[in-house]
């Protein structure tokens, strides 16, 4: 069982939130997603939002590369600490890191509030900014975008130059270990492999490379082909078969895990859905839960239901441009409209399946039914004690 990547046992630390968004009731968020910029420095052809800043989507209506402006990004950091949020990912949209203001709101954050901050980034741009010292003093973790087992296909891939290509973000890994230990930090630094057709076979290669670099883990990840994108370009993309991860990809992650140890993380959960559900991807459940605490603040200012649907305005609760986060988040009838539109209209046709909160939703759909049995929280409270003391970033679902 992974301790970090468990959105099921994470949702269990948080079980007095849960009982209220059963009883239909608005707890805020545990988790924040907050994108900085959609613009990016890389051109991944996987990513979760290349619909808003790969080259391939300009002139669509979802293409938008701005950035969190300043002035909105600041009232909207002065809010949150003062809320019941329990974490903020800096995420994308694009490369988080490529906002200049950046910096400043980690730093308030961190000094005036006890919200958790995570971090999603290439890593390419660490030193521009200088930004080692305030991420290992202010996250509890970032994670660094690899995705390929040597110099040549990572530059290829990401389509790269010489300030953001392999030599660059392994150097700056290393430089933040290194502040890591300077400063004594407990942050956890993890390295990303998002598996696909065309970098499978180097799971072994980036395995070989960092098992005596000083990250924490490795993890691996299956590609996600998102529905969410411009239909007239990605239409016709389908999930990769079960097929695939089967006989091509579980042999190399057994053999992963022998080279890595504990450095080892894997999101297994995904790959048992692509294998074992492949008619709907473990999608049982008829309501999206999960949403509900871990939404998505796009770098257009969009309060967005989740990640996956960021960029898409009928899916947005409203813009930090008209109204403030909390006046957002507490219309409670607004955000029935976009939900009962997602669960009960479109019952997920426009969603991704295996989405961000895909997880989630398997588990606190099952509460929400088991709820109606006499103590049946009061008793999920009691088994869950000790996941407190095991599940590690339990405020990171």
């Not at 900014?129 to 530059?155: C, H, P, Q």
Request: with cysteine; glycine share 4%; charged share 25%.
């Amino acid at each position: 069982m992974s301790t970090i990547f468990n959105p099921q046992n994470k949702i269990l630390c948080h079980l007095e939130k849960v009982e209220a968004l059963i009883n239909n009731k608005n707890p805020y968020p545990v988790t924040i997603e907050i994108d900085p910029s959609n613009a990016c420095n890389h051109s991944c052809p996987f990513c979760i939002s290349g619909h808003l800043h790969l080259s391939k989507y300009k002139d669509t209506k979802l293409f938008n590369r701005t950035m969190l402006s300043k002035d909105i990004f600041r009232s909207l950091i002065k809010e949150l600490v003062t809320l019941d949020i329990q974490a903020i990912n800096w995420t994308g949209g694009g490369e988080p890191t490529l906002n200049p203001n950046l910096e400043e709101m980690i730093r308030f954050v961190k000094e005036n509030s006890k919200i958790q901050m995570g971090m999603f980034s290439n890593g390419t741009l660490l030193q521009k900014f200088n930004l080692f010292e305030t991420i290992v003093k202010s996250l509890t973790w970032i994670r660094i975008s690899i995705d390929a087992g040597n110099a040549e296909t990572y530059n290829k891939l990401r389509v790269t130059n010489s300030s953001n290509n392999f030599q660059v973000v392994i150097d700056n890994i290393k430089k933040l270990i290194k502040n890591k230990k300077k400063f004594k930090s407990d942050i956890t630094i993890g390295v990303g492999f998002v598996v696909t057709r065309e970098n499978y076979k180097e799971i072994l290669d980036f395995a070989n490379f960092f098992k005596d670099i000083d990250v924490d883990y490795c993890q691996f990840k299956p590609e996600i082909i998102q529905v969410e994108r411009d239909e007239s370009i990605d239409k016709s993309k389908e999930q990769i078969s079960a097929d695939f991860w089967l006989k091509d990809v579980i042999v190399l992650l057994d053999k992963a895990k022998n080279i890595l140890g504990q450095k080892f993380e894997c999101n297994s959960y995904k790959i048992e859905d692509l294998i074992i559900n492949v008619k709907d991807y473990g999608r049982n459940y008829k309501e999206c839960l999960g949403s509900h605490l871990q939404p998505c603040i796009g770098a257009d200012g969009d309060v967005y239901v989740c990640t996956n649907h960021r960029g898409h305005k009928k899916y947005s609760y409203g813009s930090l441009y008209k109204n403030s986060f909390k006046q957002i988040w507490d219309n409670i009838k607004q955000k029935k409209i976009i939900m009962d539109k997602i669960n009960y209209k479109e019952k997920f046709c426009n969603c991704t399946h295996l989405c961000k909160p895909h997880e989630s939703n398997k588990l606190l759909y099952q509460i929400k039914k088991d709820s109606k049995d006499y103590g049946y929280i009061d008793k999920l409270k009691v088994k869950t004690l000790n996941l407190e003391k095991i599940i590690k970033h339990k405020n990171f679902i």
